[in-house]
């Protein structure tokens, strides 16, 4: 998965279930750059190698158990799924720009961390008088002493581990063929970069959902026979670096459905781009003038669900639509050209002001505008307020031209903030810059 707190990410180096497995846990403050896409180079995202185990089966506890759950409990499990990395080759589609890669016997795994604090045990024997015997038994550490009535002796140290429970299934894979001049598509630098946090990531998820959600109409299947298994950077081409999404058949060996996703691509790609508002598609719900004035990120009818919780944070239907706007066209521009007609851009830059306006109300700084676009200053700093998919380090267009209003003098004290962020968490905003 991509880089943000909180969230797996396996590395294989050899898939064998008979050798240990390498995860990486995203924890805070544990600082430890990712060999293999650089993330974490931060205070704030971090990676800790932990070993992963694929249990053989379950005991219990020898006790009478407990009452089930209450139906209103909720329980949180913290585990998640994520693909194996996959080496094969993505394939540009024509008149698209959209490259793509399908395996039949792609490899899922459900990874459970116990909400990050891993499961403690030791291999050892577990005895009970003149009833159970049980040698070579990895045992948790709450049960080693928890029962007078069973002994355990440990034959090995204590070990952390996470569990995982892996699957074969159909997975597609798909992501731009080209970044369009101006933009920014890695959501590993949107991670490293404080200020643009994680706006590039929910990008990348918001569009999963969107395409989930779009071809289970098509395919007329329930939309949790899809899952969403990652969202990855990979280098396409050399040296340039952009996010890869991964959807894999729900249930195990496949049943089609993420094949269908990748051959009927072109037709599910059309079907949101050209989408009529007010339709009965999920897409012509999505921009319906209804949707669109209720709904300013993310809402029940469109994007949230109950199973998809950990992903809310996340999730902005407009950010998703502009991203499948890039799978679908190398030349769109997102704003950058002045033009904000198309519903996932449409309001921004009042959208923007309002943003800007909360922020000055609520901390001491003094509004202004940058040529097309809002900002304000703070202190010696003056910050521009920009779209969350713009590139600030190589900008053209409407961001061009707001840096141009800024004397060469004052360009080493310019800032950028996305709207995503400052929506979102306003206060954290405020402290990285003053950082």
Same mark, same amino acid.
């Given at each position: 998965? #991509?880089?943000?707190?909180?969230? $797996? ?9 008979? &050798? ?43 006790? *009478?158990?407990?009452?089930?759950? %209450? ?11 994520? /693909? ?78 996470? $569990?995982?429970? +892996? ?14 001049? #101006? ?14 946090? +994680? ?24 939309? %949790? ?17 952009? #996010? ?20 009927? *691509? ?37 994007? &949230? ?29 997102? #704003? ?67 840096? /141009? ?11 950028? $903030? ?14 990285? $810059?003053?950082?």
């Amino acid at each position: 998965m #991509g880089c943000g707190e909180g969230i $797996l990410r396996i590395v294989f180096d050899h898939l064998s279930l008979d &050798k240990p497995l390498l995860a990486l846990r995203i924890v805070r403050r544990q600082v430890t750059v990712c060999p293999n896409c650089g993330a974490g180079g931060t205070d704030e995202a971090g990676f800790a190698v932990v070993a992963v185990a694929i249990p053989k089966g379950f005991r219990t506890d020898f006790s *009478w158990g407990e009452n089930a759950k %209450e139906e209103a409990e909720f329980i949180t499990t913290g585990s998640s799924s994520v /693909a194996e990395s996959d080496q094969a080759p993505l394939f540009d589609l024509l008149n698209t720009n959209s490259a793509l890669a399908f395996s039949g016997k792609g490899r899922v795994f459900r990874v459970n961390d116990r909400a990050g604090q891993l499961y403690s045990g030791a291999i050892g024997s577990a005895n009970t008088p003149g009833t159970v015997n049980l040698q070579h038994q990895w045992i948790d550490s709450r049960f080693q002493s928890g029962d007078p009535h069973v002994a355990f002796q440990a034959s090995s140290p204590i070990e952390n581990v996470a $569990l995982i429970a +892996p699957k074969t299934t159909d997975i597609v894979r798909f992501a731009p063929s080209h970044t369009p001049h #101006g933009m920014l598509l890695d959501p590993t630098q949107g991670a490293l970069n404080r200020l643009r946090g +994680p706006a590039l990531k929910a990008a990348y998820y918001s569009a999963a959902f969107i395409v989930r959600s779009v071809a289970a109409g098509l395919l007329d299947i329930d939309p %949790e026979e899809l899952d969403i298994s990652t969202v990855r950077r990979v280098e396409r081409p050399i040296g340039h670096f952009i #996010g890869e999404i991964v959807i894999s058949d729900h249930l195990a060996n496949g049943a089609g459905f993420a094949g269908q996703v990748h051959s009927r *691509w072109q037709e599910l790609l059309d079907s949101i781009i050209h989408a009529v508002a007010g339709d009965t598609s999920f897409a012509g719900e999505l921009i319906s003038p209804a949707h669109r004035k209720s709904c300013d990120s993310a809402c029940p009818d469109c994007l &949230k669900h109950y199973r998809n919780m950990s992903y809310h944070g996340l999730l902005d239907w407009r950010l998703g639509l502009a991203l499948l706007q890039v799978f679908n066209d190398s030349s769109y521009a997102c #704003g950058l050209n002045g033009d904000f007609s198309g519903p996932e851009l449409t309001g921004w830059h009042h959208f923007a002001e309002e943003l800007r306006d909360a922020f000055c109300a609520a901390f001491p700084c003094t509004p202004v505008d940058f040529g097309p676009l809002p900002g304000f200053k703070v202190g010696n700093l003056q910050v521009i307020v920009a779209h969350p998919l713009w590139d600030s380090s190589k900008p053209i267009g409407e961001l061009a031209t707001a840096i /141009a209003t800024v004397g060469a003098d004052s360009q080493l004290n310019l800032r950028f $903030l996305d709207t995503f962020n400052m929506q979102r968490r306003m206060s954290w905003t405020y402290q990285a $810059l003053r950082g």
